[in-house]
């Protein structure tokens, strides 16, 4: 599907800042942008899913994407709005780190589709072969100090100093969109509103080099606003760090619950940067929520959609079953019908014990197992074990236990070798080895 590029980011809120001219642009003749991605990790995180979401709207648009993954700068480091330098990777985890990131951006965009099949470059490629009295004839004398050290990003660092590896950081994100325009045509750079110096500076450095003929500008910056959460505090993070891309980081079931949770207040924002729904499904989304808010309808929608795309529609189904199991209805019935190969995933975070199968075989009773057995980790003592049996408190694969005396031979082991005790609302798995 062909839509207006600028018109969609528009209304979606996802249009912070561009250069005179980007839109004629856009609207003249197919366009290949592109967006730069810091391999520091073998993943990204759902920071980088707002700039993400522009490349995929430039490729339905009709445009062309490019991902640039930055082998060199990522053996720099960006100073924009960082407090301190940033350690150096080496060239061998850079490699491996952009292959993870290559994989998850072919989640979003279409690497073979035609003429505007995505693409994706590592500025390591051009760089590694440029000494540096060349860099300087070839970038540094068209960009003066002063104006170098106008951009906001420099200006921060300054007042706690700023290395002059990171002050020519931006002179190579600058080269690159250079470079980038001259070998393949690539006429814009997007990013985050934070990264609006960097991209500026390369269309400075294009214009310099290959001249301004009556005002036309050839190179074009477009930025998207940094999402924030309603209360203006930073998006993207849980109690545990970054919510990574990669599942081996941030569990599929991990990752569903952390846009679950989110405020009803941030939602219609999350949906337009994140969704791929249209005006008409969001809308519609946000009048069926408001009528019954504590169905959590958009959180669902965002979840299900986010998580079905990055991780898979099998990945997202096996989060419902856990999803079910840990704080739905679940039976007996359903726990049965988990493979041997989902426990590892549908109980990632829960609490679990190890015991032999000796032991196993040798204990009698419910009181013995969820105490003794299990060293007192799902509950203190044989006494606190008894109260809550009593108050109905203790379930054993989703069954109640009706007796503190209860034989463990009327429980029988999922798939041989696991079995799940509730406390509550909380859940333990005891796991056979």
Known sequence: ??????????????LHDMMPGTEEQLKKEMTTG???????????????????????????AGHKPVALVGGATGMIGDPSFKASERSFLDEDTLRVNQEGIRRQ???????DCGENSAEMVNNYDWF???GFLEFLREAGKFLSVNYMMSKDSVKKRLETGISFTEFSYQLLQGYDFYHLYK????????GGSDQWGNITTGTEIIRRKEGDEEGYFKAYALTTPLVTKADGSKFGKSEGG??????????????????LNQSDEDLPRYLRVFSLKNRDEIEALEVSH???????????????????????????????????????????????????????????????TEITREVW?????????????????????????????????VSINKVKVTSAEQPLSEFSLLQDKFLLVSKGKKNHLIRIA
Do not use: C
């Open 1 to 14: 599907m062909h839509t207006d590029f600028i018109e969609e980011l528009r209304w979606r809120g996802m």
């Open 34 to 60: 592109y967006i730069g991605f810091d391999p520091t990790a073998p993943s990204l995180h759902i920071g980088n899913l707002a700039t993400i979401m522009l490349l995929v709207h430039l490729q339905r």
């Open 183 to 190: 070998t393949k045509n690539v006429r814009l750079q997007m």
């Open 128 to 130: 590694k072969n440029i």
């Open 361 to 393: 075989d040798t204990t009698t009773n419910i009181t013995d197992l969820v105490s003794v057995v299990t060293n007192n980790e799902i509950y203190a003592s044989k006494g606190e074990a008894r109260r809550a049996i009593q108050q109905n408190a």
């Open 242 to 259: 970054n919510i990574w891309l990669d599942p081996a980081r941030t569990s599929p079931y991990e990752f569903y619950q952390f846009w």
């Open 290 to 352: 408001a009528a019954e808010p504590h169905l959590r309808i958009m959180q669902k929608a965002l979840a299900s959609e986010l998580t079905a795309r990055i991780h898979s529609e099998q990945a997202y189904q096996l989060v419902l079953k856990a999803t079910e199991v840990l704080y739905g209805k679940a039976t007996l019935e359903t726990l049965k019908g988990i493979a041997l190969d989902e426990f590892d995933t549908i109980f990632t975070g829960v609490p679990q």
């Open 105 to 111: 951006l072919e989640q979003f965009l279409d690497f």
